[in-house]
């Protein structure tokens, strides 16, 4: 600032010693303004970051980055960690989104879809203590919901100096969670919050919401199909575990952490019904086999094609780690009574703490749901939370209260976990769409005057709007 300033001193002194026509040209050279600098010189500015790699993507720059972070952020002094996260940059003008999976980040070029509504930039987060975000030592205490606001009001505190208009969360499933998790700690952070397929896990020991879900979920042909073939499974015990047992020597799979073989069996049987309406429509249901008349392959490949062998593997269970241990500290999970199986389940639906390697300690903090519970029914402010009719999660949802002001609760038809603005009736896409495009701070006239009128304000892409479904394994969001 000092030598801006003695310059500007020096040019007066200049122009005071040379003709009009020397002060019109020199004016005129001191009116332009110095050129920006480039957005990746103005990211790599921010004290912390460090640019992993820049991948090019038509119309953006797309950033794979390194944030270091307080492992508690009560405690700054005490240790950092680094922390992955991608920024989708559209243009400094544009408002930007903060996505949240609640897991891993994903790597490549995305676009979520309030992104492609508002036409913006996105930053997104990988969780806290998911690999290679995770500190070193380990202390699992330090991975709670406020912990991971922390990381993202930090993120947010740093990139908003650069991207300085509106900025929405989102997110969906553990995602959706996050998202109103960093809404209830940093509720000054956002100009609102989608929040996709939340579950709301509020008192962990009552699941009979759950119960009745499966019980009217779709049609009872259905039900009573998807039934058979899991109650057949466990029938079937012997032979398919014998069939397990050959893959998991193929493939290398152990079994130390849920304790054996029978247990990850079992375990991926009971996730059956629940993950057929989690990730599968209605329509496929005709895919199922007939219990009665299915040979072993069958059975075996249609729970492993919906539930998957490999999940409670400890090949499949090391990645989500973080996930189960906060299922079982904070988050609660589901306990569904499936009467129809009878006496042939001999471990029921197993808690998180199965899932868990033993030498990490787990308590349950029963009162961290009911806080969340609260603030979002009491004052929930520019929210907007989407659900899917026939997605097990949603039999939990969040609910907003006469607290709240400008939040919206809305249930696509028919859909299952991957229920968006786009699947719900027209009048709830248009009232949503015009929502995200007012807290954005860019909703055209048209939508202003008439919701109706609201629409995505870019193109379809394809590619960067593709969602990647990851399998995930069952008790996870």
């Given amino acids: 600032m000092r030598k801006t300033l003695g310059w500007l001193l020096s040019l007066v002194v200049l122009i005071g010693t040379m003709g009009a026509a ?4 020199q004016a005129a050279t001191a009116a332009e303004p110095a050129a920006a600098a480039d957005i990746k010189d103005q990211i790599l500015g921010i004290p912390g970051m460090s640019l992993i790699e820049e991948k090019p993507y038509p119309g953006y720059r797309f950033f794979v980055l390194n ?5 508690d952020h009560r405690q700054p002094w005490k240790g950092t960690f680094k922390q992955r996260l991608t920024l989708l940059h559209k243009d400094v003008s544009r408002p930007s989104v903060f996505f949240t999976s609640g897991y891993n980040v994903n790597t490549n070029p995305r676009r979520s879809e309030p992104t492609t509504i508002v036409d913006g930039n996105q930053v997104s987060m990988e969780y806290r203590f998911f690999t290679p975000s995770r500190p070193d030592p380990a202390n699992w205490a330090h991975l709670d919901i406020w912990q991971a606001a922390s990381d993202q009001h930090r993120i947010f505190t740093a990139l908003k100096k650069i991207y ?3 900025w929405l969360a ?4 553990k995602g959706g969670m996050t998202a109103t998790y960093y809404e209830r700690f940093y509720p000054r952070d956002m100009d609102g919050v989608v929040a996709y397929v939340a579950p709301n896990d509020v008192a962990d020991k009552e699941d009979s919401a759950y119960d009745r879900f499966f019980a009217k979920v779709g049609t009872k042909e259905c039900r009573d199909k998807l039934n058979a073939v899991q109650r057949e499974a466990l029938l079937r015990r012997e032979p398919l575990e014998a069939r397990y047992a050959t893959a998991a020597a193929e493939n290398g799979w152990t079994f130390n952490t849920i304790g054996n073989l029978d ?3 079992e375990a991926v049987v009971l996730d059956y019904v629940w993950a057929f309406w989690q990730y599968s429509l209605l329509a496929d249901c005709a895919a199922i086999p007939a219990a009665a008349t299915a040979s072993d392959q069958d059975i075996w490949d249609s729970i492993d094609a ?4 490999s999940a409670y593997t400890d090949q499949g269970l090391e990645t989500y780690t973080p996930y189960y241990y906060q299922a079982g500290t904070q988050l609660g999970s589901p306990n569904i009574k499936q009467p129809h199986l009878g006496n042939l389940s001999r471990y029921g639906y197993q808690p998180p703490r199965n899932f868990v390697p033993r030498d990490i300690p787990m308590a349950f903090q029963p009162g961290a749901m009911a806080d969340i519970d609260r603030w979002v029914r009491d004052h929930a402010n520019q929210m907007l939370f989407v659900y899917g009719q026939n997605d097990p999660w949603g039999a939990e949802p969040f ?3 006469y607290g709240a002001r400008d939040s919206h609760v809305m249930i696509a038809p028919g859909a299952n976990h991957g229920a968006n603005v786009a699947k719900l009736l027209d009048g709830e896409k248009a009232l949503a769409t015009a929502k995200i495009l007012q807290w954005a701070g860019v909703a055209p006239a048209a939508t202003l005057a008439d919701t109706g009128r609201a629409a995505p304000l870019a193109a379809p892409d394809a590619e960067l709007d593709r969602r990647d479904l990851e399998r995930e394994p069952q008790l996870r969001p």
């Fill in 263 to 265: 247990k990850a069996y």
């Fill in 164 to 166: 300085k208009k509106n």
């Fill in 22 to 25: 020397g002060t019109t040209a």
């Fill in 306 to 309: 919906i539930s998957g062998f």
């Fill in 67 to 71: 944030y270091e972070q307080p492992v």
């Fill in 399 to 401: 609910r907003i209260g």
């Fill in 170 to 173: 989102t997110g969906g499933s």
